[in-house]
């Protein structure tokens, strides 16, 4: 099944009471959450995303105004409100409402919680809305001079708090590649990843890069998904050294997140390693991610499946 809290059970609990407009366990987690900031940051998203279709929070604002959180939470539904207008045929007016008001929502936030990495990871996902780069903190000088200019200062300013923050690392890759540059994208995988820590989930980035470029290159759905795997020699060394990571990880107690699994899955057995496919499958049960699938094929049910069958009989 699908579902937005993969393996964290605590979340997947207040998610489905938050659904029926039940804030009592949500209150819990944030407090929990506060401090651990790949918790707070990835059950903030969760919670952020599944409010976006609901009103609870103004439900909750005119019980408990000044409730811990809330604000936070506040800005990502207004920032995963602008990036939903911007796959929808807005105008132009009406993208750059949705993305003012998801500003002050970030920045009053900030304001709000001294240290919440959150607020600026909510600029930096706005970052990529910006195709002109007409903002100054989006076309900031980077540090490396092989690199570009960008929104380095969000990116920074998110890892003064927690220097490894997945969805940082997601956001500054998800801003090159939306802008085509390829280049970029992999000068910034090359430069930073690869002195994450050993296990972490940062180290299956390149494998979102490998299924990019493989969706842009329109070379056929099931090709991008087998052929062209096996036959690029730095995708396969890629793919091994991930799988490594996520061993290490699991030896270490840790869990990646399904998406990430999901991809590193989908490598493995596009790179027909079928039996080490089954191994990430049956760690990631009962939970699935919808992509790498729907961005490779336009039946991602039926090549998710396969990979399934092709691992377990492997197995």
């Excluded at 059970?9 to 039940?22: D, I, N, P, T, W």
């Excluded at 409010?51 to 800005?75: C, I, K, Y």
């Excluded at 600029?123 to 780069?133: F, I, K, N, V």
């Excluded at 956001?171 to 050993?198: H, K, Q, T």
Aim: charged residues 25%; contains cysteine; hydrophobic residues 45%.
């Amino acid at each position: 099944m699908q579902h937005p809290a993969g393996h964290d059970s605590h979340l997947r609990e207040a998610v489905e009471e938050f659904r029926q407009g039940r804030v009592w366990s949500v209150r819990g987690l944030l407090h929990q959450s506060w401090g651990d900031w790949e918790l707070w940051t990835s059950r903030t998203q969760v919670f952020g995303v599944v409010a976006t279709r609901l009103n609870v929070l103004d439900t909750w604002e005119q019980e408990e105004p000044d409730a811990f959180g809330l604000t936070t939470l506040r800005s990502r539904v207004a920032v995963q409100a602008a990036l939903l207008a911007a796959q929808q045929p807005a105008t132009k007016q009406e993208l750059g409402q949705y993305v003012a008001s998801a500003r002050e929502w970030c920045w009053q936030a900030a304001s709000a919680l001294a240290d919440d990495p959150v607020p600026w990871l909510g600029l930096l996902a706005l970052a990529q809305l910006d195709s002109e780069l007409a903002r100054p903190e989006h076309r900031v000088p980077a540090r490396d001079r092989l690199l570009p200019p960008g929104p380095w200062g969000l990116f920074e300013q998110v890892r003064r708090t927690d220097p490894w923050n997945r969805e940082a690392f997601h956001r500054m890759l998800r801003f090159w590649l939306g802008r085509g540059e390829i280049g970029p994208a992999s000068s910034f995988l090359s430069g930073y990843v690869r002195d994450a820590p050993a296990g972490s989930p940062l180290h299956a980035l390149p494998l979102y890069r490998h299924v990019e470029l493989y969706r842009r290159a329109g070379k056929g759905t099931e090709a991008a998904a087998y052929m062209q795997w096996t036959n690029d020699g730095d995708v396969r060394v890629a793919v091994q050294q991930v799988l490594a990571h996520w061993r290490a990880a699991r030896g270490a107690g840790a869990r990646w997140p399904v998406a990430d699994e999901s991809h590193l899955a989908h490598a493995l057995s596009a790179t027909r390693r079928h039996q080490d496919a089954a191994e990430v499958f049956a760690a990631m049960h009962p939970f699935v991610s919808g992509e790498p699938w729907a961005s490779l094929s336009d039946d991602p049910n039926r090549l998710l499946h396969d990979a399934v069958r092709k691992a377990f009989a492997a197995r």
